[in-house]
């Protein structure tokens, strides 16, 4: 069974790049056909869509958010990151890694979520 | 970007009771990416339902989906206790995904 883990600072400065980083246990990342990716939910919002990676190298973003966004693997320790940069207060929320199979793309495997204040 | 909304926002329902919830895209979806999570609050969202019907591993058959085209629903046949929570349909198209805005399925 996958689990995942976030970790990264709780709070960060207007304008700042947030950096999160998902801890994948249960099974390597490299040679995974799992598509890792990143969900945020605002406080009392619902669920958005940050991006995905795929096995390939391939990475997909929400266009709303494109700009500002990269994903990455690093197989070497197991984790994949999300950093988003230029931030507002729009992007305080929940941040949550994921996990997506090809064939259903539905999202399988969900860490506990991370929870970002964005404050000077 | 297709665009999914949910009906109704909050749902009052009583244990034992059945729920049918609705998610509604505003361009055809293809039956295989429409998902379905539950969220309880303090908690990350959890797979319901892949492909329109099909039960992720461990979810009870008292969850079943339904649907195709633009039109799908999540029906809970007999409510228990712990079915009360947020409920989000999903789509998958075109390397983009994109969640309803939920359903609140409360207590009567």
């Known amino acids: 069974q996958m689990q995942l883990q976030e970790s990264g600072p709780g709070l960060v400065k207007p304008s700042e790049t947030l950096s999160l980083t998902c801890t994948v246990s249960?099974?390597?990342?490299?040679?995974?056909?799992?598509?890792w990716g990143w969900i945020r939910q605002a406080p009392g919002k619902g669920l958005e869509w940050i991006g995905n990676m795929y096995y390939s190298g391939t990475t997909y973003y929400n266009p709303s958010l494109k700009s500002r966004v990269t994903i990455s693997v690093d197989t070497s320790r197991n984790h994949f990151s999300l950093r988003l940069s230029s931030l507002t207060a729009a992007d305080a929320a929940v941040y949550f890694c994921?996990?997506?199979?090809?064939?259903?793309?539905?999202?399988?495997?969900w860490g506990q979520g991370t929870t970002v204040i964005v404050s000077s | 970007e297709i665009v999914l909304t949910q009906s109704p926002g909050t749902l009052s329902l009583s244990p034992g009771e059945r729920a049918t919830l609705s998610c509604r895209a505003s361009e055809s979806v293809s039956s295989s990416y429409l998902a379905w999570y539950q969220q309880k609050p303090g908690q990350a969202p959890r797979l319901l339902i892949s492909g329109t019907s099909n039960r992720a591993t461990g979810i009870p058959d008292r969850f079943s989906g339904d649907g195709s085209g633009t039109d799908f629903t999540l029906t809970i046949s007999r409510l228990e206790p712990e079915d009360f929570a947020v409920y989000y349909c999903?789509?998958?198209?075109?390397?983009?995904?994109?969640f309803g805005q939920g359903t609140k399925l409360e207590i009567k």
């Open positions: 999903q789509q998958y198209g075109s390397s983009q995904y994109s």
């Open positions: 249960g099974g390597p990342i490299s040679g995974s056909r799992h598509y």
């Open positions: 994921v996990t997506t199979w090809p064939s259903i793309h539905a999202f399988d495997f």
